[in-house]
C-alpha cells in the first residue's frame, strides 16, 4: 500500500512485514529466529522514505556483503578441518576452502582488535550478537566467583546503572532470582546530566563487589558515560583487594562503535561487547576479553561441544558473517573520524531545524551541557496532549524512526528519560531520531516537512 519494492539484495537477514506496513520500514527488518536468502529495499511511491532509526540497526554495507559473498563462497570449508592445501602442479598449489576460512577468521579477529586498539588479537571472541555476549561476562563471574564463595562474605555483587539493555539487566534478575548473585542499580540522573556518578559506584562497592557493568553509550539519548574514570576508580579500590576477590569492569559499546574512537586501553575495561548490526555489519558480535589467553580476565563457556574460539564457544564458525563483521571492523579503522564528524554535522543541522522551524513546541531529551552524546542521536519531543511519539510515527508519511530502544517501543514512557528528569508528559512523545552515514541535509528537510504535516494533521484532529 503505497510501496513499491526498489531493490533486492542476496544473503541479508530481513523478511518484509505485511504491505500496509511497508511504508514505514524502507529495509523490511523485522527481528525472526530465521531469515530468508533477500532483503527488501522499500521506497514509498509517494517520496522517498527517510530511514532515523540506525540506533536499532543498520544496513550491511556493501563492502561487508561483498566480504560476506566471498567468503561463502571460496572460503566454505570447516576451518578445523586438517587438510592444508589442494595440489594444482609440481611446483604449485593453492589453499583449501578450509585452510582460506580459518585465514578469513583470523583476519576478521585482527580487524576487530584494531577497531577497538587492542593490542591483542587473541583478546576477541565471536559471539552470536550483543546479548550472548553480555550474557557471557555475567555469567563467567558468577561463576568464578562462586569458586571463593567460603573467602568471599556472600554472593557475588555486581554493580550496574539504570540505563543498560535487557540483556544485562535481565540476566541479573534471572540470576539473583536463582540466588546466584546480588546486585545494585546506580541511577543516571537530571543533575549528573544523564551519566552515572563516579562516586555512586564507589559508594556501592562490598567486600563481595566482582563486575562493574555499564554501557559506553545510551541507545536512546546516545549519552557517553565516562567509562574511563569509572575504571580508574575501580583500578583504585583492586588496590588491596586478592586476586580472587578483584572487580572487573565490562562496557557494552554497542551503540558506540562506529561513531566515535573506542580504543580499550584508554577506556581501561575488561570486557567490552562488540554487535555487528549496529556498525553495518552482519548480525553476529564478539566480546573483548582482556589477557584471555593467559586467563588474566575469567570467561567461561556457556556452549559446549567441539571447543571452537579456544574451547570458549564451541560451534562450527560463522565464516561468511565473521568475514562480514571484519570487513565492517575495517571500514571504521579507515573511515571512524569521516563518520563520526559527517553524522555530527547532520544530527546537528537536524536539531537547528527543529528548534527554528517548532520552537518552544520542541523539547530534547537528554541534551545536556555538562555531557557528551554520540554524534548521530537525537531524542526529542513536541510539546501537546496530541502529539504521543507513536502517533507522530504512525501518521509520518516519510519518516521512519522509533519512540526508543526497538525492544521495548511501546505505548509509555521510557524508564531512562523519566530517570534524567524529562517530565512524563514530555517523555510520552519522544521520538529517538538516529542518523546514519548516508544520511543527507535533504532528507533532513524530508523529515522536517513530514513533522511539520503529522503536528498540523493531529493538531486539527
Same mark, same amino acid.
Given at each position: 500500500?503505497?510501496?513499491?519494492?526498489?531493490?533486492?539484495?542476496?544473503?541479508?537477514?530481513?523478511?518484509?512485514?505485511?504491505?500496509?506496513?511497508?511504508?514505514?520500514?524502507?529495509?523490511?527488518?523485522?527481528?525472526?529466529?530465521?531469515?530468508?536468502?533477500?532483503?527488501? =529495499?522499500?521506497? !514509498?511511491?509517494?517520496?522517498?522514505?527517510?530511514?532515523?532509526?540506525?540506533?536499532?540497526?543498520?544496513?550491511?554495507?556493501?563492502?561487508?556483503?561483498?566480504?560476506?559473498?566471498?567468503?561463502?563462497?571460496?572460503?566454505?570449508?570447516? /576451518?578445523?578441518?586438517?587438510?592444508?592445501?589442494?595440489?594444482?602442479?609440481?611446483?604449485?598449489?593453492?589453499?583449501? /576452502?578450509?585452510?582460506?576460512?580459518?585465514?578469513?577468521?583470523?583476519?576478521?579477529?585482527?580487524?576487530?582488535?584494531?577497531?577497538?586498539?587492542?593490542?591483542?588479537?587473541?583478546?576477541?571472541?565471536?559471539?552470536?550478537?550483543?546479548?550472548?555476549?553480555?550474557?557471557?561476562?555475567?555469567?563467567?563471574?558468577? %561463576?568464578?566467583?562462586?569458586?571463593?564463595? %567460603?573467602?568471599?562474605?556472600?554472593? /557475588?555483587?555486581?554493580?550496574?546503572?539504570?540505563?543498560?539493555?535487557?540483556?544485562?539487566?535481565?540476566?541479573?534478575?534471572?540470576?539473583?532470582?536463582?540466588?546466584?548473585?546480588?546486585? =545494585?542499580?546506580?541511577?543516571?540522573?537530571?543533575? !549528573?546530566?544523564?551519566?552515572?556518578?563516579?562516586?555512586?559506584?564507589?559508594?556501592?562497592?562490598?567486600?563481595?563487589?566482582?563486575?562493574?557493568?555499564?554501557?559506553?553509550?545510551?541507545?536512546?539519548?546516545? *549519552?557517553?558515560?565516562?567509562?574511563?574514570?569509572?575504571?580508574?576508580?575501580?583500578?583504585?579500590?583492586?588496590?588491596?583487594?586478592?586476586?580472587?576477590?578483584?572487580? &572487573?569492569?565490562?562496557?557494552?559499546?554497542?551503540?558506540? #562503535?562506529?561513531?566515535?574512537?573506542?580504543?580499550?586501553?584508554?577506556?581501561?575495561?575488561?570486557?567490552?561487547?562488540?554487535?555487528?548490526?549496529?556498525?553495518?555489519?552482519?548480525?553476529?558480535?564478539?566480546?573483548?576479553?582482556?589477557?584471555?589467553?593467559?586467563?588474566?580476565?575469567?570467561?567461561? /563457556?556457556?556452549?559446549?561441544?567441539?571447543?571452537?574460539?579456544?574451547?570458549?564457544?564451541?560451534?562450527?564458525?560463522?565464516?561468511?558473517?565473521?568475514?562480514?563483521?571484519?570487513?565492517?571492523?575495517?571500514?571504521?579503522?579507515?573511515?571512524?573520524?569521516? &563518520? !563520526?564528524?559527517?553524522?555530527?554535522?547532520?544530527?546537528?543541522?537536524?536539531?537547528?531545524?527543529?528548534?527554528?522551524?517548532?520552537?518552544?513546541?520542541?523539547?530534547?531529551?537528554?541534551?545536556?551541557?555538562?555531557?557528551?552524546?554520540?554524534?548521530? =542521536?537525537?531524542?526529542?519531543?513536541?510539546?501537546?496532549?496530541?502529539? %504521543?511519539?507513536?502517533?507522530? #510515527?504512525?501518521?509520518?508519511?516519510?519518516?521512519?524512526?522509533?519512540?526508543?530502544?526497538?525492544?521495548?517501543?511501546?505505548?509509555?514512557?521510557?524508564?531512562?528519560?523519566?530517570?534524567?528528569?524529562?517530565?512524563?508528559? *514530555?517523555?510520552?512523545?519522544?521520538?529517538?531520531?538516529?542518523?546514519?552515514?548516508?544520511?543527507?541535509?535533504?532528507?533532513?528537510?524530508?523529515?522536517?516537512?513530514?513533522?511539520?504535516?503529522?503536528?498540523? %494533521?493531529?493538531?486539527?484532529?
Amino acid at each position: 500500500e503505497g510501496c513499491s519494492i526498489e531493490s533486492v539484495s542476496p544473503i541479508c537477514q530481513g523478511f518484509p512485514m505485511e504491505d500496509k506496513q511497508l511504508r514505514y520500514t524502507p529495509f523490511c527488518i523485522l527481528e525472526r529466529s530465521f531469515s530468508f536468502a533477500f532483503s527488501f =529495499t522499500v521506497r !514509498s511511491t509517494e517520496g522517498q522514505t527517510v530511514y532515523l532509526d540506525y540506533n536499532a540497526t543498520t544496513p550491511v554495507d556493501p563492502e561487508v556483503l561483498e566480504a560476506i559473498h566471498y567468503a561463502l563462497k571460496e572460503c566454505w570449508g570447516n /576451518p578445523s578441518s586438517s587438510h592444508h592445501y589442494e595440489i594444482k602442479g609440481s611446483n604449485d598449489f593453492d589453499y583449501s /576452502p578450509s585452510v582460506k576460512a580459518k585465514n578469513i577468521i583470523d583476519e576478521a579477529r585482527a580487524n576487530i582488535a584494531r577497531m577497538i586498539h587492542s593490542d591483542d588479537d587473541s583478546d576477541i571472541l565471536f559471539t552470536s550478537g550483543g546479548t550472548e555476549a553480555n550474557n557471557m561476562v555475567i555469567r563467567s563471574i558468577t %561463576k568464578h566467583y562462586s569458586k571463593f564463595s %567460603k573467602k568471599i562474605d556472600g554472593l /557475588p555483587h555486581v554493580i550496574t546503572s539504570n540505563m543498560e539493555h535487557d540483556s544485562v539487566k535481565l540476566v541479573l534478575q534471572e540470576l539473583a532470582k536463582d540466588n546466584l548473585l546480588e546486585y =545494585t542499580v546506580v541511577n543516571a540522573t537530571q543533575a !549528573s546530566g544523564g551519566t552515572i556518578v563516579v562516586d555512586d559506584i564507589a559508594k556501592s562497592v562490598r567486600s563481595n563487589t566482582c563486575l562493574v557493568s555499564i554501557m559506553l553509550a545510551n541507545n536512546e539519548t546516545g *549519552i557517553i558515560q565516562p567509562i574511563a574514570d569509572i575504571a580508574k576508580a575501580v583500578k583504585a579500590l583492586n588496590y588491596g583487594r586478592e586476586d580472587y576477590n578483584r572487580i &572487573y569492569f565490562h562496557t557494552d559499546a554497542a551503540q558506540a #562503535l562506529g561513531k566515535i574512537p573506542v580504543k580499550v586501553q584508554d577506556l581501561g575495561v575488561d570486557y567490552l561487547t562488540i554487535v555487528g548490526h549496529k556498525f553495518y555489519g552482519p548480525r553476529i558480535g564478539a566480546l573483548y576479553v582482556k589477557g584471555l589467553d593467559t586467563k588474566k580476565t575469567p570467561l567461561y /563457556p556457556m556452549i559446549f561441544g567441539g571447543g571452537q574460539e579456544r574451547k570458549m564457544r564451541s560451534g562450527t564458525e560463522n565464516t561468511g558473517m565473521i568475514a562480514g563483521l571484519g570487513k565492517a571492523a575495517h571500514l571504521i579503522v579507515q573511515n571512524i573520524d569521516l &563518520y !563520526s564528524s559527517k553524522m555530527a554535522k547532520i544530527r546537528d543541522y537536524l536539531e537547528d531545524r527543529l528548534k527554528s522551524t517548532f520552537g518552544d513546541n520542541v523539547h530534547f531529551n537528554g541534551r545536556f551541557s555538562t555531557s557528551h552524546r554520540i554524534p548521530n =542521536t537525537c531524542n526529542v519531543s513536541f510539546i501537546g496532549s496530541k502529539f %504521543k511519539g507513536w502517533e507522530v #510515527l504512525a501518521n509520518a508519511k516519510y519518516l521512519v524512526a522509533s519512540i526508543g530502544a526497538a525492544c521495548h517501543a511501546q505505548d509509555r514512557p521510557s524508564e531512562n528519560l523519566l530517570s534524567i528528569g524529562i517530565p512524563k508528559e *514530555i517523555a510520552y512523545n519522544a521520538l529517538r531520531l538516529s542518523i546514519g552515514r548516508e544520511t543527507s541535509i535533504s532528507d533532513v528537510d524530508v523529515v522536517i516537512s513530514d513533522i511539520q504535516y503529522v503536528l498540523d %494533521k493531529l493538531q486539527s484532529d
